[in-house]
């Protein structure tokens, strides 16, 4: 098998993880508060990439956290973990994961503004195509107007500016230490969350029973999603982020009984279209 395929299947792996990630936090928040999942998944997730840091003899304490594009991306990561994590338990898990499908967008956007990237009219007419996608999902104003559903908006903003500063953080920090680190505020912004809002929920053994497939499917979703843009070229491997979005359909409509409605999916097939086809007219240009 080619790198590419390897790549391909990585990332369609990736997805995977990542959309059985997010039913079980739906799972589980249906027993706790939102932040109280994220401090338990993410809490073990932070420990789990810290010893793997160790035991590659990779350096947890640098001064290079200090730097402004780490610092600002563990606080993305943090934020991007508590409004996901509250979006989903609040908000159908297909509406979700379809206004996630706004990063690609979104990053496109964020690079212009702040990177200085050339963007052509082409693909400015893509980023606006997605935002209106992104509107006949949400639905601002009109009947079937959810304001959780800016949670999944605010989720997606912060994954992107995750993504924008993991592009501007020091090349010498390796790629596990950096999750390490980007991992190691949610616990503390979980805690922060529990106390202001809503407190710590008793725990019980069916709302933990989930949290071990939690974690296995979060390490797995981030390895195999570093993995593909590893081994396979980025051009080819990067459209096949999109298959999350038909994996948590699937399991929104099978397990959780959603049905989404014609809105939804015009609005989810218009944001992966505009997505697309910035992508296609990023590779052209390279």
Not at 53 to 67: G, N, Q, V
Not at 251 to 277: C, H, K, Q
Request: with cysteine; net charge positive.
């Amino acid at each position: 098998m080619s790198d590419n395929l390897k790549g391909i299947a990585l990332m369609v792996l990736a997805m995977l993880g990542l959309a059985c990630t997010d039913s079980v936090v739906k799972l589980m928040a249906a027993y706790m508060p939102a932040p109280q999942v994220i401090l338990i998944v993410g809490g073990a997730t932070a420990l789990i990439f810290s010893a793997a840091a160790l035991i590659h003899r990779e350096p947890l304490f640098s001064r290079d956290f200090l730097h402004p594009a780490v610092v600002g991306r563990s606080l993305a990561e943090a934020v991007a973990a508590l409004t996901i994590t509250a979006s989903i338990a609040l908000v159908p898990l297909a509406t979700v994961s379809a206004l996630m499908q706004l990063n690609p967008i979104l990053v496109t956007l964020g690079a212009a503004l702040f990177f200085g990237e050339q963007v052509g009219w082409r693909r400015w007419a893509a980023i606006a195509a997605g935002m209106v996608g992104m509107l006949m999902i949400v639905r601002p104003g009109l009947s079937g107007f959810d304001p959780n559903a800016l949670l999944a908006v605010a989720a997606a903003v912060a994954l992107s500016a995750r993504d924008l500063t993991t592009r501007a953080a020091p090349r010498a920090i390796p790629s596990l230490t950096l999750a390490a680190w980007g991992f190691s505020l949610v616990p503390f912004a979980a805690v922060a969350a529990l106390l202001i809002g809503p407190g710590f929920s008793p725990l019980n053994a069916a709302s933990l029973a989930w949290a071990p497939l939690g974690v296995l499917f979060t390490l797995t979703g981030y390895w195999a999603l570093t993995a593909a843009v590893r081994v396979g070229e980025l051009s080819t491997v990067a459209p096949f982020r999109y298959s999350r979005l038909l994996f948590a359909t699937l399991i929104a409509v099978t397990f959780f009984n959603e049905r989404p409605d014609g809105w939804t999916i015009a609005g989810s097939l218009l944001i992966i279209a505009a997505g697309l086809y910035a992508f296609l007219r990023e590779r052209r240009r390279s």
